[in-house]
């Protein structure tokens, strides 16, 4: 028999829905919805939220890493000491997001989430986002130029037979971009714009083959410029691209961020944390993908030049600052969190508190501080 109970006094925040009341949970599904004040079953388990904020649990796309470990380490336990620990920022399902590095490195992180999925411990990996490495060499931010590429169709399936790729960051006017987006396409691949040197047209170019996505907003792509709109410009101009927002307001100042909302909506924004191994970790030296990078005051940047290298940021923090920032209701910005990402990589029953959907959810404090996480109807944190 399924195990059951009631997470009561909560403050439901869903896309659409910002209300007071209790959900039933049973198994690892959510059966019921009562308002507030409706009567609750007496032989049920109480959890009191006392009105706490209950969201659908965050879906991280793009996080190369936290707790001191790396998607790409290629020590046994590294994955799961990431997956582990994003439960902590209130993450239930995270992309395992990789380097610019050698199929065979990128084949060990495949691998090595295969192997996760069949005793997964935290944070559920439902993909392998490919960050890399088909990108732009004059665009590489903080990825290594050793093992830079044009897009590789073949070499994509090959990793994905070993655990499912389900976003591939590249640049579209690289090789043959727009036929590489449609490639992916079909093999039911998100493709994304990312470390990216496209001029406007070269962008469309791809966009006419289905490219829709834009990685890191704002963050090593053509800039907007009054004669070429580059891929920030099209970014706000296409309506129906959905863009990355790393919302630490060091890689995207807050009034961009004002400007990417107003623009786009919350329907086509992502919230991503970009994190690698430092996050939830003291400030010092790190690596990323090889590459030493030094963290000071929570910024990460490429010892050698200063680039950023990823962020030390927790999606719950980012949704306190674009809350802050944008003043717009948590019904609508609770979609960013979670229900786009689902929605937009085939995840069934993720991203709303809604009767019949999976029981992933994250009780978070006023100020946004993780209380309680829950992953298919078990309590994880």
């Given at each position: 028999?399924?195990?059951?109970?009631?997470?009561?006094?909560?403050?439901?925040?869903?896309?659409?829905?910002?209300?007071y009341?209790?959900?039933?949970?049973?198994?690892?599904?959510?059966?019921?919805?009562?308002?507030?004040?409706?009567?609750?079953?007496?032989?049920?388990?109480?959890i009191?939220?006392?009105?706490?904020?209950?969201?659908p649990?965050?879906?991280?796309?793009?996080?190369?890493?936290?707790?001191?470990?790396?998607?790409?380490?290629?020590?046994?336990?590294?994955?799961?000491?990431?997956?582990?620990?994003?439960?902590?920022?209130?993450?239930?399902?995270?992309?395992?997001?990789?380097?610019?590095?050698?199929?065979?490195?990128?084949?060990v992180?495949?691998?090595?989430?295969?192997?996760?999925?069949?005793?997964?411990?935290?944070?559920?990996?439902?993909?392998?986002?490919?960050?890399?490495?088909?990108?732009n060499?004059?665009?590489l931010?903080?990825?290594?130029?050793?093992?830079?590429?044009?897009?590789?169709?073949?070499?994509?399936?090959?990793?994905?037979?070993?655990?499912?790729?389900?976003?591939?960051?590249?640049?579209?006017?690289?090789?043959?971009?727009?036929?590489?987006?449609?490639?992916?396409?079909?093999?039911?691949?998100?493709?994304?714009?990312?470390?990216?040197?496209a001029?406007?047209?070269?962008?469309?170019?791809?966009?006419?083959?289905?490219?829709?996505?834009?990685?890191?907003?704002?963050?090593?792509?053509?800039?907007?410029?009054?004669?070429?709109?580059?891929?920030?410009?099209?970014?706000?101009?296409?309506?129906?691209?959905?863009v990355?927002?790393?919302?630490?307001?060091?890689?995207?100042?807050?009034?961009?961020?004002?400007?990417?909302f107003?623009?786009?909506?919350?329907?086509?924004?992502?919230?991503?944390?970009?994190?690698?191994?430092?996050?939830?970790?003291?400030?010092?030296?790190?690596?990323?993908?090889?590459?030493?990078?030094?963290?000071?005051?929570?910024?990460?940047?490429l010892?050698?030049?200063?680039?950023?290298?990823?962020?030390?940021?927790?999606?719950?923090?980012?949704?306190?600052?674009?809350?802050?920032?944008t003043?717009?209701?948590?019904?609508?910005?609770?979609?960013?969190?979670?229900?786009?990402?689902?929605?937009?990589?085939?995840l069934?029953?993720?991203?709303?508190?809604?009767?019949?959907?999976?029981?992933?959810l994250?009780?978070?404090?006023?100020?946004?501080?993780?209380?309680?996480?829950?992953?298919?109807?078990?309590?994880?944190?």
């Open positions: 028999m399924a195990e059951k109970f009631i997470i009561s006094n909560a403050r439901i925040i869903s896309p659409g829905v910002d209300k009341g209790s959900v039933l949970i049973e198994g690892d599904k959510i059966a019921q919805i009562y308002s507030s004040g409706e009567t609750l079953p007496a032989d049920v388990k109480i009191d939220a006392n009105n706490a904020m209950l969201m649990g965050f879906i991280d796309v793009h996080c190369h890493g936290k707790a001191g470990a790396d998607f790409c380490d290629t020590e046994d336990g590294s994955l799961k000491t990431v997956a582990d620990a994003k439960i902590n920022e209130g993450v239930t399902s995270v992309f395992a997001t990789t380097l610019t590095l050698p199929e065979a490195d990128l084949a992180t495949c691998t090595q989430a295969a192997e996760y999925a069949r005793n997964r411990t935290g944070a559920k990996v439902p993909g392998i986002h490919l960050e890399g490495p088909f990108i060499p004059k665009c931010g903080a990825q290594n130029p050793d093992f830079v590429q044009e897009p590789d169709a073949e070499m994509v399936k090959r990793l994905s037979a070993i655990y499912p790729v389900k976003r591939i960051a590249y640049a579209p006017e690289c090789g043959d971009g727009p036929g590489f987006a449609a490639k992916m396409i079909e093999m039911g691949i998100v493709p994304s714009g990312a470390h990216t040197a001029k406007f047209e070269e962008f469309k170019a791809a966009y006419a083959k289905g490219l829709r996505h834009m990685t890191h907003f704002c963050n090593q792509m053509t800039a907007l410029h009054h004669r070429d709109i580059g891929m920030v410009g099209a970014g706000l101009l296409l309506k129906d691209t959905v990355e927002l790393i919302c630490d307001l060091i890689h995207v100042s807050a009034p961009m961020v004002q400007l990417v107003q623009t786009k909506g919350c329907d086509h924004i992502m919230l991503i944390s970009d994190a690698m191994r430092a996050a939830g970790m003291p400030d010092g030296s790190y690596t990323l993908g090889g590459l030493p990078v030094t963290v000071e005051n929570g910024a990460a940047r010892t050698s030049n200063g680039a950023l290298a990823g962020s030390t940021l927790a999606i719950c923090d980012a949704l306190k600052n674009v809350a802050k920032v003043g717009l209701p948590l019904s609508e910005l609770v979609k960013t969190t979670s229900y786009n990402a689902a929605r937009e990589h085939n069934p029953g993720l991203g709303k508190i809604e009767e019949g959907y999976t029981a992933d994250v009780l978070l404090s006023g100020d946004f501080k993780v209380q309680m996480v829950f992953i298919d109807g078990k309590r994880c944190k």
